[in-house]
């Protein structure tokens, strides 16, 4: 629900010059953590593993520069080996929810009649059930780990992108171009093809930048549980956990892996907003 | 309003058999045996036949659904396998911490956003509207669980404010208790008060530009009276709806918070009971909790239409 509200909202600021900048702005932190992340698939400072007791709980210095947690491991190459995970998990959960709940939607609104009463129903029903808790009641189910974390925050993410495609194609499908197809003898999956999709592009992506933002916040969630990434791989949600028992002694533990997160997080929400300017023309407008 | 009310309420009870199917059906395929996971991995196979017979785990599954359903009908919520005690008993004084940690968190998040969203929309395009939506990008960008931790160092270890987690229970006073939940209802309300604020501030906008306000005005009301008379009262339709819709996020939310701060509520329970394979609390906490979000949107539905008279009109 959080993210149709968002998406629907219209942009802090919403001049023509700021909505520019919202996309400048969001692309240059994302881009920085893609950066990051792709660093640290060929150089990080020290192996993000690397165990080195005789350096626990350093502060920031010149040799650690975002200083060392309790088994003396490089904040810094932890935080840039997380932005690795946290953009992977973000990318295919969303991928995964976003084929398979428009691939729904979209169905729903070619056929029409019981099978799209019956389709959003269920999705309307999904809605209603607190997400973190399906993502908890199946992380138990499937295991912790990476893989079902994607599976979690993607099942999640399928009624999302399954009721906005189903809305907004079912509109479509009243449409004149959609009849005169018809008309023509176009079969449904044809025109869901042709004409359905290829005007649903800006509303999914728009969707898509809101929902990644919410699956790298998921993911982070349950990897503080216990029930995301699991050790040897390193997750900022998890950094954050080990964190909570040196909060006294070792502050910085948790202060700069949430910083990143934060970050990427703002930056993709500003993508977000811009991205729905552009493609959302009637909010441009408002004063 | 009686025949919206009747459809409502039936509506609600079908989601409410649907959920509980969705939930039996979900933890019925966890994998691992319960019995194993009570008696340890050196437990004799016997003893472990023994107590599948005694948790009725030898039944049939749609048996055990109906048995479950039959139960919780009559208000027998069932026994803990891991405390073997009653899950009633085992629920109360959980329910005693979550509850008041969300409607703590909902009523920040009520009170700050309506006030927030309206006061920036009055100062609309000035410096305190940038503020205002700069800070809702901060919020809804910093995720509740970092929040709390940082609220931690800066309140409890700089401050020595407020305690860094932990419950001391209501018998220790309403203040203590009180106490504890702050940070953790301020952690957990951040991001819904940054939607919120948002949504505020565009309904108010909205409303204001409407031709109704104008004639307000030009009647001779002063902007205020015109802002809570015909523009709040108006944005307040929505808002309801969305703050219905919230609880959910807080409760669910609630799930990472007290596991944050230590607070011995529902998540905290809901979640060791899975790593325990205890179903029975499993099923029917998540079940608890989905129902009161489907009761807590149900009112905040019927509270839409009670500020609205237009929603009456059947379509």
Known sequence: MTVLTLAG?????????????????????????????????IWTPYAPAAIDVLSRLEGPSAVHWLGTDAFGRDVLSRVLAGARNALWVGFASVALGLVLGAGIGLAAAALGGW????????ADFLFAFPAVLTAILLAGIVGAGMASAILAIAIF???????????????????????????????????????????????????????????????????????????????????????????????????????????????????????????????RPLR | ???????????????????????????????????????????EPAAVEALQRQLGLDQPAPLRYLRWIAGLLQGDLGTSWSYRVPVAELLAPRFAVTLPLAVLAMALTATASIALGVWAALRHGRAIDRAIGIGTQLG???????????LILLFSVELNWLPAGGFPGWEAG???????????????????????????????????????????????????????RHVLRNALVPITSILGLQFAFLLAGAVIIENVFFLPGLGRFVFQAIANRDLI???????????????????????????????KVEP
């Open chain 1, 157 to 283: 993410n399928i009624p999302v992108f399954a009721r906005i495609t189903r809305s907004a194609a079912a509109v479509l499908w009243r449409r004149e171009f959609v009849r005169a197809a018809q008309g023509m003898g176009k079969s449904r999956v044809r025109i869901t093809l042709d004409h359905v999709l290829p005007n649903l592009s800006g509303l999914i992506v728009v969707q898509a930048s809101a929902s990644f933002a919410v699956a790298i916040l998921a993911e982070a969630a349950l990897s503080y549980l216990g029930l995301g990434i699991q050790p040897p791989d390193v997750s900022w949600g998890r950094m954050l956990y080990e964190a909570r028992t040196y909060l006294a002694t070792a502050p910085h533990l948790a202060v700069f892996p949430g910083l990143a997160l934060g970050v990427l997080v703002l930056g993709v929400n500003l993508l977000g907003d811009g991205l729905h300017d552009r493609f959302d023309p009637r909010l």
């Open chain 2, 174 to 228: 309403a203040w203590p208790a009180v106490q504890s939940l702050l940070l953790p209802a301020f952690a957990l309300a951040a991001v819904q008060i940054a939607i919120l604020t948002r949504f505020t501030r565009t309904a108010v906008l909205d409303y204001a530009q409407q031709d109704f306000v104008r004639t307000a005005r030009a009647k001779g009301l002063t902007p205020a009276a015109a802002i809570v």
């Open chain 1, 115 to 122: 099978s799209e009463e019956g389709l959003s129903r269920s």
């Open chain 2, 1 to 43: 309003m009686s025949s919206f009310l009747v459809r409502r309420a039936l509506g609600l009870l079908a989601a409410l058999l649907a959920a509980s199917v969705l939930i039996f059906l979900a933890v019925e395929v966890l994998p691992g045996d319960p019995a194993r996971a009570i008696l340890g991995i050196n437990a």
């Open chain 1, 9 to 41: 909202l219209p942009p802090v600021a919403a001049h023509t010059r700021t909505v520019s900048g919202l996309l400048w702005v969001g692309g240059l932190l994302v881009a920085t953590l893609v950066a990051a992340a792709l660093l640290s698939l």
């Open chain 2, 281 to 311: 609390v499993v099923e029917t906490v998540v079940l608890v909790l989905a129902a009161l979000v489907m009761v807590v949107t149900f009112f905040a539905d019927v509270a839409a239409r009670a500020i609205d008279p237009r929603l």
């Open chain 2, 140 to 150: 809804l960008a910093i995720p509740n669980f970092w929040l709390g931790l940082l």
